[in-house]
């Protein structure tokens, strides 16, 4: 039963009280709220851009050190780390961000003719160089750190090999990635916008997000700090004999394979997000009320 509550005077707010939103309100909200990305201030949304970089690159941060050395086994510890990526989308839904990937689902308000395909592509440019240069600046801070050196290497180690494996994949299974992992962020955050508090919120992100971090899927702007940090340590012998990856096994780990691969997630990201969740949510509860007709 809802408990709604009056916050607009004596009449009740339609979207007011303490369960979650409906799908359909949801729909309605990641419209809304789709207008606003759009035609924001190009600074405000580059710097909130460059946040979430950071932000995301900060769970891979997370995430790696936590596969580190783990003896758990393959399933468990990818799970493990998916759970500790999840701490980036935690930060840009909670404390507010612009990330390209979630900002997919802004293709919803263009096909409710609120905003123009000019405006999305505005958006979509803006964040994307935002994201890389705010992931670049943490992939700069954690080289100086040293951070790779935790556990006798082991943390390099595990972070050469993931960008190594990255850059290894075809084309087309990056891209086949890209869509699968764009589709479970993009549904995190529509599942998050449904909860109505902090807790509601990160319970929502955790699950798709720890999916597709686990199930090896493929994130443009998480790349965008796995594969730079990998460049950064395929030249530290150390960390290379601690991974136990020959001349070889990095011979695709380089600034084309890095290229190849976020051209690849990008593009798999924008159909995962805007097509298989943009699209087919905005056709379910959106286009029969652009028809003037019942959901």
Known sequence: MRHD??????????MAGHDAFTPAEIATLVETRGVAK????????????LVAGAFIALGAILSTTVASG??????????????????????????????????????????????????LLRNWAIVYVGNAVGAFSVVVMATVAEWWRL????????????????????????????????????LAIWLATGG?????????????????????????????FFIPIGLVLRGKEAVAAAAGLSVADLRDLDLAGMATNLAASTIGNVIG???????????????????????
């Open 5 to 14: 509550v009056a916050v607009n005077g004596p009449t009740p707010h339609p």
């Open 38 to 49: 759009a035609t924001a201030p190009a600074i405000t949304t580059f710097v909130l851009a």
């Open 70 to 119: 783990s003896t758990l086994g393959l399933g468990p510890t990818r799970w493990l780390a998916g759970i500790a990526f999840s701490l980036g989308l935690i930060l840009v839904v909670v404390a507010g961000a612009e990330l390209f990937t979630g900002n997919n689902l802004i293709v919803m308000s263009v096909v409710a003719g609120h905003v123009s395909i000019g405006h």
């Open 151 to 186: 556990g006798d290497a082991t943390v390099g180690a595990t972070a050469l090999s993931t960008a190594a494996a990255k850059t290894q994949l075809s084309f087309t299974a990056v891209l086949a990635r890209g869509v699968l992992a764009n589709a479970l962020v993009c």
């Open 196 to 224: 109505r508090t902090v807790l509601d919120k990160v319970v929502a992100i955790v699950f798709p997000i720890s999916a597709f971090v686990a199930a090896g899927f493929e994130h443009s702007i998480a790349n965008m």
């Open 273 to 295: 997000g805007s097509v298989l969740v943009g699209c087919v949510y905005w056709f379910v509860y959106l286009r029969p009320l652009a028809r003037g007709g019942e959901r």
